[in-house]
């Protein structure tokens, strides 16, 4: 008996070391205090995360569990989970250089772009899942919610992307598709950086890493360096006379000619609101905008961030974060996408998906599972998102339009 018992606390003292907890902290520039958004959060490739727009994250794991925070620019960090505290710092490098704009160096380019190609070619069938956040305001008031579960071709850049598993809600469901027609939202995340994979460049290619990207692009360079970390900043600004898809700096580990980060806008792009389906439906858009017209096509504004990783050892895309701008009706329309690389994890479902579908057709055709997203919180919402999440749980409106 005294021997069963004595297995029987052991047991129950292994459990309880196993059991996880969930930390939740926010990082911040040590200088500033300044939340940094998006920052990476990784322990291993079934369990990572990053910060939201409020440098917030949540992570579930075992208290002994080490975690690697990073950011582009910053030096990254390790810190064991029961050790973190509530603030995480990370410290900026300082640029011991004064950010001296360094002189044209083609040769430092050449290598990066052809390093670059190299590891699309190698790469180009490697496949990662990833986790999909879409919410939208016109003007002050978030009217729209949509999170997924997305797998796709991730290296380099992010291509053919499938849907495993999504939910979607809107606050007004007779009408709010006629003005947020980025439905296909989504497609804006696969912004190319180089050539095709399997494909020639070409002189007209538009993309910063071709050979032709010179001629379409006035190029400078900038490093920012310490005694320690370093980075090549390289600005790709378009000519004036060529209609340049992308006005972006991208950042480089200057040792190993790696794409690290890449920001900036995608220029001339417009945004293709749905024309009406039926009279009663453009009744009730006109009543809720007090317009009694629309134009079909709009001139859009749209920022993105692009984060790189080589934590399965070989370049692919860990985030991408896009903010979208466009007047409508007399209301700001703005529109915020997150996707997030989650590694191993895998969701089942697909749904091959093409740059124009309707996501909402495709995600209402699945049916809502409550008990799936509750337990599949991947990145942390912000207040204003469980706001709009209690919202559209109590009034039951997802899956609805």
């Not at 939202?185 to 071709?210: C, E, H, N, W």
């Not at 209301?331 to 579908?357: E, P």
């Amino acid at each position: 008996m005294n021997r069963l018992i004595s297995l029987l606390l052991t047991w129950l003292a292994l459990t309880v070391s196993a059991q996880t907890t969930t930390y939740e902290a926010v990082v911040i520039d040590a200088h500033t205090h300044q939340p940094l958004p998006y920052a990476s959060i990784f322990i291993s490739r079934t369990n990572s995360t990053i910060t939201n727009a409020e440098g917030g994250f949540s992570i579930a794991c075992q208290p002994s569990d080490v975690l690697q925070i990073s950011y582009v620019g910053y030096k990254a960090t390790s810190v064991v989970a029961d050790k973190m505290g509530s603030q995480v710092k990370l410290a900026p490098i300082v640029a011991m250089l004064s950010e001296v704009t360094v002189r044209p160096n083609s040769s430092f380019l050449k290598r990066a772009i052809t390093l670059t190609e190299l590891q699309l070619k190698k790469n180009r069938k490697k496949k990662a899942n990833f986790f999909y956040r879409q919410t939208a305001y016109a003007d002050s008031t978030c009217y729209e919610f949509m999170e997924a579960f997305l797998k796709g071709q991730s290296a380099v850049w992010l291509r053919n992307l499938a849907l495993n598993k999504g939910r979607f809600a809107g606050i007004q469901p007779d009408s709010i598709n006629y003005y947020s027609y980025y439905a296909n939202f989504f497609s804006s995340s696969q912004i190319p950086v180089t050539t095709q994979p399997g494909m020639k460049a070409q002189p007209d290619d538009r993309y910063p890493l071709t050979k032709f990207c010179e001629e379409h692009y006035d190029i400078s360079y900038k490093l920012i360096a310490d005694e320690e970390d370093s980075l090549m900043a390289v600005h790709f600004a378009p000519k004036p006379t060529n209609k340049v898809i992308l006005d972006a700096t991208l950042y480089f580990d200057p040792a190993t000619y790696m794409l690290r980060k890449m920001e900036g806008q995608e220029l001339n792009l417009i945004v293709m609101h749905k024309k009406e389906r039926e009279d009663r439906k453009k009744e009730e858009l006109n009543k809720f905008f007090g317009q009694e017209s629309y134009d079909d096509i709009i001139e859009t504004e749209l920022h993105f961030v692009v984060n790189m990783s080589e934590d399965r050892e070989f370049l692919e895309v860990q985030s991408v974060i896009i903010d979208e701008l466009h007047q409508l009706y007399g209301k700001t329309i703005k529109t915020h996408s997150l996707l997030f690389n989650i590694g191993d994890r895998q969701i089942s479902g697909g749904k091959q998906l093409a740059a124009d579908d309707n996501l909402h057709d495709i995600i209402e055709d699945q049916g809502y599972d409550k008990q799936f997203w509750t337990d599949n919180e991947i990145v942390l919402c912000t207040p204003i998102e469980k706001q709009v999440l209690g919202l559209f749980e109590s009034r039951r409106l997802f899956g609805v339009f």
